[in-house]
């Protein structure tokens, strides 16, 4: 007698990404199914049962213009709920926008279903009151935003997080579905089968976490215009010396009140963001050029270069030199690969924008 199939609810709303969304479906439906079959000649079913579930179940437009049309309205706890991505702006609150689906993660949660999210997902777990005095992990766009729910511990470096023994479960970046779907194949139905996914879809698990892909959000102030033109001001002069001192005397404030005005406005102390600014110049310097990693500390402002690779691998999770092989070489093989186009069959090369544009 077969055991039973592992009920996996994929929760659709119209702010869902397609590919994180289908993506998941492909992985759990190849589980156990493609490699017996297509590598070993032996018919075999997934033991997964996958479904698309919406609060309506009538066709819809998810975010990057793809129609979908759910398999099924959101009813009985499945074994396993997954929330991909969803498309929403950091800044406007989730409040009154997502209740159907709120109030059945709260029903799948209260009936012991594995609750997991990829990327900006995690948003709907806070929404529901799921993540209090919990560690999480959500796209690093949207860590702040998960911050502001109460008792929240974010983990802005990790890939993957689990709370609860194991009934809440949160990946990290946009492409963290995949982390995701492989560790869900692994754990319900063996390392092995977990594997041979990765192998036949060319997956690479996501070991060094976001902070190598993470950049500053350099949202120019409003509220605040005297802190909104430090910002600015700042951008084109972070590599000089004393740039907190400059940024006080340019503002007219005292450096009480602009440390606490710096603070509320960014998030961050006035010598964080200047760190900030200078490790995300640093990173489009390692990628598009040779220069040695001494010449390029000494150019976003940092004199002591075994300071600067110190501070690098504390922000990154990667030495200069590991960022460069990993980064460097992946715009060298883009650059390369387009190249190789036929004359009016690409837009002209352009680099990346400095921070400074």
């Known amino acids: 007698m077969s055991s039973p199939r592992i009920k996996v ?126 560690d999480a992990t959500t796209h690093w766009l949207f860590c702040d935003v998960l911050a502001r729910y109460p008792g929240v511990r974010v983990h802005r470096d990790r890939a993957l997080v689990q709370n609860d023994a194991g009934r809440l479960v949160m990946a990290g970046g946009g492409t963290g579905w995949q982390d995701l779907a492989l560790y869900l194949v692994a754990r319900y139905v063996s390392v092995d089968a977990a594997m041979q996914v990765a192998r036949l879809f060319l997956i690479n698990w996501h070991d060094v976490g976001q902070q190598p892909f993470a950049m500053l959000s350099c949202n120019r102030q409003k509220e605040d215009a005297v802190i909104g033109d430090c910002q600015t001001w700042i951008a084109h002069n972070y590599d000089r010396a004393s740039p907190v001192q400059a940024m006080i005397e340019r503002s007219g404030l005292t450096e009480r009140s602009f440390n606490r005005r710096f603070k509320k406005a960014t998030g961050m102390t006035p010598m964080h963001y200047v ?64 190249a190789r186009l036929p004359p009016g069959g690409q837009p002209a090369a352009a680099d990346a924008v400095s921070i400074r544009d």
Not at 54 to 68: E, H, K, M, T
Not at 93 to 113: N, V, Y
């Open 275 to 338: 760190h900030t600014l200078r490790l995300e110049e640093s990173k489009l310097m390692l990628e598009r050029t040779a220069d040695p990693v001494e010449a390029i500390a000494e150019s976003v402002g940092y004199e002591d270069a075994s300071f600067f690779n110190r501070f690098f691998r504390r922000s990154v999770g990667l030495t200069p030199a590991q960022y460069r092989r990993r980064f460097g070489a992946m715009r060298k093989t883009l650059q390369q690969q387009t």
């Open 9 to 134: 609810d994929l929760l659709a709303v119209p702010e869902v990404s397609a590919s994180a969304l289908y993506g998941m479906h492909d992985v759990f439906a190849a589980a156990g199914r493609d490699w017996p079959t297509l590598i070993e000649k032996r018919p075999a079913q997934s033991p997964f049962e996958v479904r698309v579930v919406a609060s309506d179940p009538g066709p819809f437009r998810v975010a990057n213009g793809v129609w979908l049309k759910p398999d099924a309205t959101l009813g009985d706890p499945p074994d396993i709920v997954c929330i991909p991505e969803v498309a929403v702006d950091p800044a406007s609150p989730l409040s009154g926008r997502f209740d159907a689906e709120i109030a059945w993660l709260q029903r799948c949660h209260a009936a012991h279903s594995t609750l997991t999210t990829s990327c900006s997902g995690a948003l709907l777990l806070g929404e529901a009151g799921l993540l209090k005095d919990c």
